[in-house]
């Protein structure tokens, strides 16, 4: 009998300290236009792959490219993560195959030797996942990460990406390379293609999160619930190593669960959110009690189902809901969900070139501050975290990593927008011409430097332009300056994709650029209508024209031609619709020695603004007494203060905000 309990504690400690399998996850990029593509899949690739996913041999997810055709509706679906990860492994051609991390050629016989290595490989890792699907379609998935008792690894950035799959999506009609079902199609990551950063349990231990996907009518239309499948990958960032992946069905659940979703979760300040409530019961009962936390301080700020909160400080937000149906409860914490972002700089600098294409011409054009010459600016980088280094130009101010659209609340900060297109990767994505026109005719001014500029004007905005026609793709080898204060833009190689305009004779813009050839077409213009902002196009890669002739022409641009007029602020004034309080962005901003802070009041009430240094201690109270409605406009004079970074706050009532500016002597 003791011989017997020695054998069995020891089996156990064998069992608890044992390596994890590990499971290869083949990552797959197709178009359903590519012909290659099909004959792979008809050759041995379809076959192969499902044998192995139903031997438990594999996890594979699909994701589909907008080439050779650009209607694929399976990237069209999902264009933001398959953007993404398209342009995480640099993927410019299909078929393509990652297995592990690593690129693969597309013979069966590689193949399936990097599926076998890989799964012989260590694993440190072990993955459970509980995949929830509830009566309203809202999707929870639950992930437990196990670290291996004796694992002694050193990691690096490494990321757990969640992918929902379509098991097979069958359209009942040919596509254009003649296929009619396709495999394993990535249809969402959780929470996007980027991952998510999670604690790193240590040896033995785990770490448990949960991640929520709330369907959007587009996906609800077009995905097959029951056909959903959950892959899981643990990945390195620095290497692209995976360390293990797992996949599981999703499952329909009849648990309490807590769900809510929010229009837009990032603005300015007060910023203003409406929350939506997609909370369930069981079958049987129903939700009747509601507890939010809106700033994660443990104490309830309402508990109503459906509550508006109004986010005033900038920074990022935890909310919580717990609801109950009477038995059970549920509670749903959703980290940094709500952002109140503010601008330190007068310029923002929207970034659309990919840096794992473009490295060495990226670097180059912002650390020369080719696009913005001797001016601060703030950044927003449409890729989000793509690991280039901004802080490395001093010029480049708050620095904004967000793959995602510009809310108008935050554009609005702005009186200068400088967006650098590429229609490459996804940038385009983000663009919206519509936006622009809002923008511009609010006062603010917008400068849209790209290749394929046909991408980014649609019917309004070459009407507003005066433009009848977008030249077709071409080369470039000069832009020969129109005006004389610029001077011409010698292109580098390979400067090609470019798109001119053809102004009609009516129009209002302004040649400054010509396309170096015996050509109606007009490489840059400007164009500025009475009590509007300006808008101002420049062809071609902006990455690849000579940077000190682009940081020249930008410079003399910004100081000349993009002037703001707050004609919002005039005409809110005129019109008595103030609703609400604001604090807006000083200008100019950096200043020296004065500049102009404005705020609007939608009620009467005592006004303070006041002016601290970067310690907090106060330099100047600038306004200090009781105001009616209406937009104020106050100098500030900071002749006798030193350069730095300065803070200015308004407080009436209730509401208080800050904003940051920068005096440079």
């Known amino acids: 009998m003791k011989r017997l309990l020695m054998i069995l504690l020891v ?44 031997s438990g041999l594999i996890t594979h997810i699909i994701y589909n490219v907008d080439w050779p055709s650009d209607n694929d509706p399976m990237y069209l679906l999902n264009s933001a993560d398959n953007n993404m990860r398209r342009g995480y492994y640099g993927v410019n051609a299909v ?32 993955i459970v996942l509980t995949p929830e ?52 199609v990535c249809r969402k990551m959780l929470p996007d293609g980027h991952g998510i950063n999670f604690t790193i349990p240590a ?31 643990i990945q390195s960032d620095d290497t692209k190593e995976t360390y293990q992946s797992t996949m599981t069905d999703l499952v329909v659940s009849n648990n309490v669960n807590a ?43 309402s508990h109503e189902p459906e509550p508006t909160w109004v986010f005033t400080n900038e920074q ?66 449409l890729f989000g975290n793509q690991g280039f280094d901004y802080s490395a130009n001093p010029n480049i101010q708050q620095i904004n990593l967000m793959n995602r659209d510009i809310p108008n609340s935050i554009l609005n900060l702005y009186h200068k927008v400088i967006w650098i297109g590429n229609s490459y990767g996804g940038d385009e994505v983000f663009y919206d011409p519509a936006q622009v026109l809002n923008y511009i005719g609010q006062g603010g001014n917008f400068l849209l430097a790209t290749r394929e500029g046909a991408e980014f004007f649609n019917q309004d905005l070459k009407d507003y332009c005066g433009i009848t026609q977008m030249s077709g793709l071409s080369d470039v080898t000069e832009l020969i300056a129109m005006d004389d204060s610029l001077t011409n833009m010698p292109a580098l190689p390979n400067h090609t994709r470019v798109q001119f305009a053809l102004l009609d004779a009516g129009s209002e813009a302004i040649p400054i650029f010509d396309d170096n050839a015996s050509t109606n077409w007009i490489a840059g213009f400007r164009i500025e209508k009475d009590n ?28 000349n031609w993009m002037n703001y007029i707050p004609v919002n602020v005039d005409d809110e004034t005129s019109s008595g619709q103030i609703t609400s309080y604001r604090l807006f962005q000083n200008y100019p901003n950096p200043f020296n020695p004065g500049t102009t802070i404005q705020y609007q009041l939608p009620v009467a009430g005592f006004v303070s603004l006041k002016v601290y240094d970067i310690m907090g201690q106060e330099v100047t109270e600038l306004v200090n007494e009781r105001q009616s409605p209406g937009v104020y406009s106050v100098n500030f004079d900071a002749s006798s203060l030193s350069s730095g970074l300065y803070i200015y706050t308004l407080s009436s009532g209730d509401y208080s905000v800050s904003k940051k500016m920068i005096l440079i002597k």
């Not at 290869?24 to 192995?52: D, K």
């Not at 996907?213 to 587009?218: D, G």
Request: hydrophobic share 35%.
């Open 95 to 126: 078929p393509w195959i990652e297995i592990n991390g690593t690129g693969v050629s597309t013979t069966e016989t590689a193949f399936m030797n990097a599926v076998t290595n890989g799964n012989a490989e260590y694993a440190p890792f072990n």
């Open 133 to 184: 699907r509830f009566s309203n379609n809202v999707i929870n998935v639950h992930v437990k990460i196990i670290r291996d008792p004796a694992d002694a690894t050193t990691f690096g950035d490494i990321k757990l990406r969640v992918a929902l799959t379509e098991k097979s999506v069958d359209f009942g009609y040919p596509s254009p390379n003649g296929e009619t079902i396709f495999f394993s």
């Open 259 to 301: 769900a809510f979703q929010v229009e837009e979760n990032l603005g300015a300040s007060p910023f203003t959110v409406q929350f939506t409530d997609y909370s369930t019961a069981t079958d049987t009962t129903n939700i009747i009690s509601w507890e939010w936390d809106f700033d994660n301080d443990g104490t309830i700020d």
């Open 11 to 54: 089996s156990g400690f064998i069992f608890q300290t044992a390596a994890y399998n590990k499971l290869s996850v083949v990552e797959r990029f197709t178009n359903w236009g590519c012909g290659p593509c099909a004959t792979l899949n008809n050759a041995w690739y379809n076959a192969t792959t499902a044998a192995l996913i139903d």
């Open 532 to 559: 509007e902002g300006a808008f101002i196009y420049i062809a071609g890669r902006p990455y690849r024209y000579n940077n000190s002739a682009s940081y020249q022409n930008y410079n003399y641009i910004i100081n």
């Open 203 to 233: 040896p033995g231990d785990s770490t448990e999160l949960d991640l929520m996907y709330i369907p959007t009518m587009e996906f609800s239309q077009a995905v097959n619930f029951d056909s959903i499948r959950v892959v899981a990958f």
């Open 316 to 381: 990022s937000y935890t909310v919580s809901l717990t609801v109950s149906d009477g038995n059970r409860q549920h509670t749903r914490t959703l980290e940094n969900y709500i952002t109140v972002l503010g601008a330190t700089s007068d310029i923002l600098v929207v970034n659309g070139i990919e840096y794992a294409t473009y490295t060495t011409e990226m670097e180059n054009f912002y650390n020369s501050s080719a696009c913005f010459g001797n001016h601060q600016v703030d950044i927003w980088d």
